[in-house]
């Protein structure tokens, strides 16, 4: 493909994303495909001779499109948002363009610095404390992860490597090999499944403390699982608090956990992969209230930022922590700028190489400004409230927990066994799709404004096929005698409060 | 950004990528920016107000560009290539253009479908054995991880946990905390650090063991630290093997290293992450011989296989090895799919999320077809011969190892001093770029032909430049006394053979 095919080519497949986008409201949410359905399209093998661009998008309408799951509807409420805009489009079109690998300043200046100034920009959009920033006096900064899932274990890691130190300079005689098997870390029973799985990787044990009755992880929980795993010779090493759970988006109390956390010098790592946009607006930040406890702190603004997946945005008090869990030295790395300032990333992260993937965030900050991107988060919550209200409307529906950010729990009053039956029907339906979770012991429906695109109006429209199905649900209620839900097992089902009781 | 403006920034942003590589030639490799370059360039907060796309591209071409590092260009010839092409460049914007998270098949069919499909292809046409394929009738199968660094260390947790397995199932009452400290990974010295780093992360001791006289890990060496260890009441667990080393290309023997894994049952991980590449040759596949005992295998198709980063290919004998290592299960991620063969790849990685990654391998093997990505291999090892016989052909400068595969490592006879001054003065002046290593002792300077542009011209201008530079260098030693190499202290240098010598 020489550069003319190209710009042809690259023409052709912006038209065709536009007109994606233009239309998608003409899309089912789900496919109607089988699994297997695109294996059996394709050949065995590659082609041995080359093909043209045309006949790549004519594939990919034909073979590719029929089997998305379209995350970027306005009726796709399931989850939580991943982020994708024309800005965080071009951002990534300049970084591939250049196709560079950014592992040391050296290997390209632009893609170091413009992390760092990007990363300051969005801690200080989001009143992270100034030691967060590397434009502070101190050590602190801000690297982009692959995920928050990354994040999570980066931030443990660091809690090891660093707890391990402390030990050694009490008593430098210490087996730490041993020692590291005592290391345990916690979190709430509300985490997201990575965070568990951080554990798994990392090889530290990984407690799922008990939430409260609104799902949030308290200090007293906290202090008393310490005191446990102390009395038995463990060592708490790390704790991770969420804000913004993934089940019911609830927000564990730092002010709580931090004060706990320093009395023993453990690591607390902050888990704000959604929600944690929302600090860009003052009015949120009481949530985050205790940040300055903090030992790192991680947004995805791939989330709900308007940034392409992979954008997780992780910040460090102490950027030598990572450098020094991370750094494996050799010779023909070396350059003269292996400090937090200029940082090395290569030593912030845990793979080798890295993208530029500060661009589509500096593209997205820029083109949506501070205010743009403020509006669009209140946007989206106003949008949530107003599914809210809707459904508070009709006295079938309940909703509960109260809505948080852009999600709204919802059940039928009638039970679980109607709650659940609704979400299969509409996932049968494929135009809306939204997940499960438990609360309180009760199956609800997860509603998230997900979409960039959602406008009050698709929020009606999402509201009437999940009213009209309930509808239908409440009239065969009526006429016929109850139906088996066996067909049922395998809905999706957010976090379970009650897992680890 | 409406799709209007998008649609005009998009053809701007494609005129410029085109322009920068239509004139890439026109700009030193290096960049001439003091550390802080670009800091001080940006204002201190993100914009308050949306900026317009041309404020955008501006800024780019002003305050980006200028610290580039031009991997792309004809006269980058250090480390090794880093993959991009227009082909690739398209497959990505589709995938930005789509916007989703393909962590399980549901979540968007089409994107773990594609992947199942691409790595068969590639799979095959890297003559790997049948049973790595999803297509085969067994439980193998390739996934594209991020990074091969990202590849080591999924294969190390899994060889961790799948030791763990059948120790217990030996022993039921094992301690499994305590037995995983006496878990040991081998690998040679050659290994990139990203080796070194995964024992790190993973929490398992990494030996490296010595290569021999031509940089090859041996059998021999690996029995004898599989003996001491056992010796010592420690388990080897994990040998990584690479096929092409970072510092000389050189190739481990998995025809001795694979039957002494296989009797120990110690998984055998190949990192083949630039020169595996070349396997779709069948010419080089003799490399590869033994290839039946390995466990996994990992090449960057990001690398030498003109994919934009990040696309590792990772290939594994056994998926459920990676599900049992990896699968914490919620129920909000059930379905009905977690089998091998169409499997939910979020068990087969560290993260949860993951981006439609196969769409940009997809439009490279369609649009260079097998035959294509063949010739281009060919063409790049060929231009490095030709390097080669360039060098050889000026008796000051003397070629060893044998050239393999794009690399060409050479040095003055004068010795390492006026060598290391050479590529001194080489990279202050920016018109190509390379990096070093030691060869049995000796600093060498390493040529890779990196960008997929580099014509046999190309290699020409970099001959002279690089002669010239001697030239120069041998006029100085017969005009002066010897200068200092005080100042030579921070060049790059490969992996030092010695090391754990």
Excluded at 238 to 261: K, M, Q, R
Excluded at 419 to 436: E, G, H, R, S
Excluded at 474 to 488: C, D, F, G
Aim: negative net charge; aromatic residues 10%.
């Amino acid at each position: 493909m020489d550069s003319s095919e190209f710009r042809e080519c690259a023409k052709a497949t912006v038209d065709l994303l536009i007109n994606y986008i233009d239309n998608i409201r003409d899309r089912n949410v789900l496919p109607s495909v089988e699994p297997g359905y695109l294996m059996k399209m394709l050949p065995e093998n590659a082609p041995e001779e080359p093909e043209d661009w045309k006949t790549l998008l004519k594939d990919f309408n034909e073979v590719v499109m029929p089997g998305m799951t379209n995350w970027q509807s306005p009726y796709f409420h399931a989850y939580f948002p991943t982020g994708s805009s024309y800005a965080s489009i071009i951002g990534n079109l300049l970084s591939d363009g250049l196709g560079i690998v950014g592992f040391t300043w050296m290997a390209s200046p632009a893609c170091t610095e413009l992390e760092v100034v990007t990363m300051n920009w969005l801690g200080k959009l989001l009143g992270l404390p100034e030691e967060f920033l590397n434009c502070s006096a101190g050590p602190g900064g801000g690297v982009i992860q692959g995920s928050a899932s990354e994040a999570t274990l980066v931030a443990l890691l660091a809690a090891k490597d660093k707890k391990i130190r402390k030990l050694k300079e009490l008593d430098p005689e210490l087996d730490e090999c041993i020692t590291k098997t005592k290391f345990v870390a916690y979190t709430s029973e509300q985490c997201n499944s990575s965070v568990e799985k951080a554990g798994v990787l990392g090889s530290m044990k990984m407690r799922l403390l008990k939430s409260d009755q609104n799902g949030r992880l308290r200090g007293e929980t906290l202090k008393q699982a310490f005191e446990e795993d102390e009395a038995q010779g463990l060592i708490p090493c790390y704790v991770v608090a969420n804000l913004g759970t993934t089940g019911i988006c609830s927000f564990d109390p730092l002010s709580e956990l931090g004060p706990i956390c320093q009395n023993k010098n453990v690591w607390l790592h902050v888990d704000a992969a959604y929600a944690g946009a929302a600090f860009i607006c003052p009015e949120y930040r009481y949530l985050m209230k205790g940040i300055e406890y903090v030992d790192s702190f991680d947004v995805n603004a791939h989330k709900w930022l308007l940034v392409n997946f992979d954008c997780s945005a992780m910040w460090v008090k102490d950027g030598y922590d990572l450098i020094n869990a991370f750094d494996v030295q050799r010779i023909y790395l070396d350059d003269v700028n292996a400090t937090v300032k200029i940082p090395d990333y290569r030593h912030w992260q845990m793979p080798l190489g890295r993208r530029f993937r500060s661009l589509k965030l500096w593209s997205v900050l820029k083109m949506y400004g501070a205010s743009g991107l403020r509006n669009f988060i209140r946007e989206q919550i106003s949008l949530a409230q107003y599914f809210a209200k809707l459904a508070q409307s009709d006295n079938r529906f309940i909703v509960e927990p109260e809505p948080s950010m852009g999600l709204v729990c919802f059940r039928l009053e009638k039970g679980d066994k109607i709650t659940k039956q609704l979400l299969k029907n509409l996932t049968d339906k494929k135009q809306v799709f939204m997940v499960a979770c438990t609360y309180r012991g009760r199956y609800v429906i997860r509603f998230v404004v997900c979409s960039q695109y959602t406008t009050k109006d698709d929020v009606e429209i999402s509201w009437n096929v999940i009213k009209n199905e309930a509808n239908q649900l409440y009239q065969k209620e009526i006429n016929a005698k109850p139906q088996s839900i066996s067909t049922l097992e395998h809905l999706e089902t957010l976090t379970i409060c009650e897992k680890s009781k």
